[in-house]
């Protein structure tokens, strides 16, 4: 029994090891490859583990760090671009607008990130996860909705009604508040985003910024 058991480990770690880290590895491999002229900055990576351990889940730490590396990549190496390491995935930021137009632009890279694949069993392969042909195709169709100059004129009146109100609710806000106090704003833009996108694209008047919070769409939005 346990020359069974142990031959059953066996086969199931020789069965993990061909269809899942061989393949990993490959790819690993060919990444580093592929993106070996690009820079890596001046701070370590682990291999299998790259520069996570330099992640800060405070946001503004990790935005300094990358404020940081952009600038020593520009000044100190002369490049627009660098890469970090997210385990054995490489993600690449641009320095400058240029750089960052060089990928915008570009018609015929459409595969997306490997982080799209967690959408898919949501989403499926729409607009937002399909890659290619099939994104194309979805785009082409969809195109003409958001081109037509006649219609954004026709919105502008939904615009200007919905900033109206936002910038009332600042103002009683500004009038209420404790002077020289910041506050957040996140709520009120959020509100008058909601208000104009369900008006505009979908015909419904969900009062978000009038209700105060109180809406249930509102409510759910924010969860």
Request: charged share 10%; net charge positive.
């Given at each position: 029994?346990?020359?069974?058991?142990?031959?059953?480990?066996?086969?199931?770690?020789?069965?993990?090891?061909?269809?899942?880290?061989?393949?990993?590895?490959?790819?690993?491999?060919?990444?580093?490859r592929d993106y070996r002229n690009i820079t890596s900055l001046p701070i370590s990576r682990i291999p299998f583990v790259g520069n996570i351990h330099q992640f800060d889940k405070r946001s503004h730490v990790f935005s300094s760090l990358i404020v940081r590396m952009a600038q020593l990549s520009q000044q100190q190496q002369q490049q627009d671009c660098f890469c970090l390491w997210y385990s054995l995935w490489p993600m690449i930021f641009a320095?400058?607008?240029?750089?960052?137009?060089?990928?915008?632009?570009?018609?015929?890279q459409l595969v997306k990130s490997f982080d799209y694949t967690f959408l898919e069993p949501w989403l499926k392969t729409g607009l937002l996860t399909s890659n290619n042909a099939k994104w194309?195709?979805?785009?082409?169709?969809?195109?003409?909705?958001?081109?037509?100059?006649?219609?954004?004129?026709?919105?502008?009146?939904?615009?200007?009604k919905q900033s109206c109100i936002f910038a009332r609710r600042l103002g009683e806000c500004i009038r209420t508040g404790e002077k020289g106090k910041a506050f957040d704003l996140f709520p009120y833009i959020s509100s008058c985003t909601l208000?104009?996108?369900?008006?505009?694209?979908?015909?419904?008047?969900?009062?978000?910024?009038?209700?105060?919070?109180?809406?249930?769409?509102?409510?759910?939005?924010?969860?």
């Open positions: 029994m346990v020359f069974l058991a142990s031959s059953i480990i066996s086969i199931i770690f020789f069965l993990f090891t061909v269809y899942y880290l061989v393949p990993v590895w490959m790819k690993y491999i060919g990444l580093r320095c400058t607008g240029q750089n960052l137009a060089t990928f915008i632009n570009n018609s015929k194309r195709t979805r785009r082409r169709l969809i195109t003409p909705a958001f081109h037509g100059t006649q219609l954004l004129h026709n919105f502008m009146l939904i615009f200007n208000d104009i996108i369900a008006e505009t694209a979908m015909g419904e008047h969900v009062q978000a910024q009038s209700s105060e919070g109180q809406s249930a769409l509102v409510t759910a939005t924010g969860r």
